[in-house]
Nanobody, 126 residues
């Protein structure tokens, strides 16, 4: 019953910033993980990072540390992905996803996520 809806994708000039939103509902457990992924045309969907509710921590793909920040507004059931210093190679559809009963460390593997949003397009031009 978990539902996720992404928004905030846009056409942005290189060097700019975006904040993507993921509004979620239908959570049953308090040990959910919300992950952010991205998929460029013709390429594999890859993890960006995640926020864990069991220990209130955020984690990021090693190659993306520094320009990406995940945060949440619990009152609004929203998780954010802030991207700074956008580059053309950041162009992709960005997805959020959720998995419950995950008490591991860092981010679960992509295959572990049960629920996915529809994605939001980020296009970066020079």
């Amino acid at each position: 019953e978990v539902q996720l809806v992404e928004s905030g994708g846009d056409l942005v000039q290189a060097g700019g910033s975006l904040r993507l939103s993921c509004v979620h509902s239908g959570f049953t457990f308090d040990d959910y993980v919300i992950g952010w992924f991205r998929q460029a045309p013709g390429k594999e969907r890859k993890g960006v990072g995640c926020i864990r509710y069991n220990d209130h921590t955020t984690h990021y793909a090693d190659s993306l540390k520094g320009r990406f920040t995940i945060s949440s507004d619990n009152a609004k059931n929203t998780v954010f992905l802030q991207i700074h210093g956008l580059k053309p190679e950041d162009t992709a559809v960005y997805y959020c996803a959720a998995v419950g009963n995950d008490l591991g460390s860092k981010c679960p593997a992509k295959s572990h996520f049960d629920s996915w949003g529809q994605g939001t397009q980020v296009t970066v031009f020079s």
